[in-house]
T-cell receptor
């Protein structure tokens, strides 16, 4: 089945120790997104790629970076995680900017910072 | 500014009907989405409305009034597995999604 796969599902790191989260998709979608979601809060868009065109949200901290080496893969790098970065990180894909732009999400990577 | 409002939590009884409301303010409008999110899991798509009126899909229906900036999700014949958070998201003129914080629906036997 076509899908969005995130690894790892659970990541525990120490304060300040870099973390990389990965996302792969078999949907051949043009757009890939990274969201941060904290408990009982709305998903917060960090980045999105339309093909290789990188879009950084204005309020995404510099501590977060992203790479999309090819259509199928996308990575989220957290350079120096702080306690406030503990959250669920969701990768999503879509076909592109249009009205019925349905997002398909991966299962998420839950980050714990000790 | 752009904003989505929906109730934080609702409780309903198994077999009953529940309506989850959502109001939105966006710069332009390209549609209204509802997603279901079970605890600790990713959101899954439920419905999309861009024209006024009711869209029915099995036990779930979604309504939109663009003039009022208002939508609701109607869940019928509630089942225990419907216990989840329901996220409302509006798409603005730049095709960016503005998300609500979700409504946690608790189903009691």
């Amino acid at each position: 089945d076509a899908m969005v796969i995130q690894n790892p599902r659970y990541q525990v790191t120490q304060f300040g120790k870099p973390v990389t989260l990965s996302c792969s998709q078999t949907l051949n979608h043009n757009v890939m997104y990274w969201y941060q979601q904290k408990s009982s809060q709305a998903p917060k868009l960090l980045f999105h790629y339309y093909d290789k065109d990188f879009n950084n949200e204005a309020d995404t901290p510099d501590n977060f970076q992203s790479r999309r080496p090819n259509t199928s893969f996308c990575f989220l790098d957290i350079r120096s995680p702080g306690l406030g970065d503990a959250a669920m990180y969701l990768c999503a894909t879509s076909t592109g900017p249009s009205g019925a732009n349905v997002l398909t999400f991966g299962a998420g990577s839950r980050l714990t910072v000790l | 500014g752009q904003n989505i409002d929906q109730p934080t939590e609702m409780t309903a009884t198994e077999g009953a009907i529940v309506q989850i409301n959502c109001t939105y303010q966006t710069s332009g409008f390209n549609g209204l989405f509802w997603y279901q999110q079970h605890a600790g899991e990713a959101p899954t798509f439920l419905s999309y409305n861009v024209l006024d009126g009711l869209e029915e899909k099995g036990r779930f229906s979604s309504f939109l009034s663009r003039s009022k900036g208002y939508s609701y999700l109607l869940l019928k014949e509630l089942q225990m597995k419907d216990s989840a958070s329901y996220l409302c998201a509006a798409m603005d003129s730049n095709y960016q999604l503005i998300w609500g914080a979700g409504t946690k629906l608790i189903i009691k036997p």
